[in-house]
């Protein structure tokens, strides 16, 4: 399972996390925390103490969660699909294969 996916896991539960805590998962939490905002994540951060953030999972992208929206085909490899799947990872190919056929798709739609 990817960092950036453990980090995920440790946010679902909705609390406030140390800086310390992601610090344990992997030392460049905050890229791991950027890329989950670049797909949609809304994570808030807060001040702790004279030194360090937390950090807590506020909302999911829209696209995880709408019931009723608009279709976009993605191709992507098959062990990228397999690991989407299985460990709900993201990997950076899937997230760039995803831009790709949104921005046709837009063009397309409008």
Do not use: F
Not at 6 to 11: D, S
Not at 35 to 45: A, F, K, M
Not at 63 to 82: F, N
């Amino acid at each position: 399972m990817s960092a950036r996916t453990r980090i995920l896991h440790l946010l679902l539960d909705l609390s406030w996390h140390s800086y310390k805590e992601l610090g344990q998962i992997c030392n460049r939490y905050g890229a791991r925390l950027h890329e989950l905002r670049q797909v949609g994540y809304t994570i808030l951060r807060r001040p702790a103490g004279a030194v360090g953030s937390e950090y807590r999972l506020m909302s999911t992208p829209q696209w995880l969660t709408s019931p009723r929206r608009p279709m976009v085909r993605v191709y992507l490899p098959a062990t990228d699909v397999e690991r989407l799947v299985r460990n709900r990872e993201l990997t950076l190919r899937t997230v760039s294969s995803c831009r790709r056929a949104l921005r046709k798709w837009k063009k397309k739609h409008g």
